[in-house]
């Protein structure tokens, strides 16, 4: 599965996680434009991203290394914490986060409207085709992005983009967790709210980042040939030319992790 994939053994003698590297100096700025429609709105924000900082985040680790004889119990919530631990000195995520915000207001959007529009915003940027088919052929390389290389190479597969969605929604100040479903190769961020509407009754309702028109609190459909995510268009088996679709069903069990109030 999916987590299968991003852990390691290591040969050290303790647990031992990575500590991240000082963030390097800003260099090779890039006006980065992104562009995206809401309540049939148009949007539009600017931030600044550099070539330091991407480099920097594309060389961070992105493997759970651990030498106990067995997998520690708290491994997946350690390892998803890598990814969403910003270097000191960058502001990239809180800055991003009051754009957004200030695009809402601007537009007269209410505190829930503007957490569908950040989320309408990750799921904006380009689901990677190609990385997701590498993870179908077990291609042992395949490793997530740290949330400013998805903002910078406008990308990114669940995973990334799940990491992204969740940065945000945290700095918004809504609680905020991951849904794993590892037999379908899939993630997902919840958000937190009323109990009685949640997801799994888990206090969070489900919001899919792949691709726009997912609804918060609506869970995608399953593919029952081989358990993808039909309505987030998970892998590339689904595309204009493939109108042979075979039966769905709903999305199978999940991990609840990470899970934070807001």
């Not at 992204?164 to 937190?192: C, D, P, R, W």
Request: proline letters at 4%.
């Amino acid at each position: 599965n999916i987590l299968e994939k991003f852990r390691q053994f290591s040969d050290q003698n303790i647990l031992k996680q990575p500590v991240k590297a000082k963030l390097p100096a800003p260099e090779s700025p890039h006006e980065m434009i992104y562009e995206w429609k809401y309540a049939g709105k148009s949007y539009g924000i600017k931030e600044t991203l550099y070539d330091s900082y991407y480099n920097f985040y594309a060389a961070e680790p992105k493997t759970y290394n651990y030498s106990t004889d067995s997998l520690p119990s708290n491994w997946e919530e350690d390892y998803f914490n890598m990814f969403l631990t910003r270097s000191e000195g960058d502001n990239t995520i809180p800055e991003l986060t009051a754009k957004i915000r200030e695009a809402g207001l601007k537009n007269n959007l209410s505190e829930d409207q503007i957490v569908e529009l950040a989320l309408s915003f990750v799921q904006s940027l380009v689901y990677d085709e190609v990385k997701a088919q590498k993870i179908l052929s077990d291609n042992q390389s395949v490793s997530p992005d740290y949330p400013y290389e998805v903002l910078y190479k406008k990308t990114g597969i669940c995973s990334d983009k799940s990491f992204l969605a969740y940065s945000l929604m945290k700095e918004l100040g809504y609680g905020v967790t991951f849904f794993v479903y590892e037999k379908e190769n899939h993630m997902s961020i919840g958000i937190q709210c009323p109990q009685s509407y949640s997801t799994y009754n888990s206090g969070y309702c489900y919001a899919e980042t792949t691709s726009l028109g997912n609804k918060i609190g609506i869970i995608p459909d399953l593919n029952t040939t081989n358990n993808s995510a039909t309505s987030a268009k998970e892998f590339a088996y689904f595309n204009a030319s493939d109108n042979n679709q075979s039966d769905i069903k709903a999305m199978g069990e999940a991990k609840i992790r990470n899970s934070m109030q807001g």
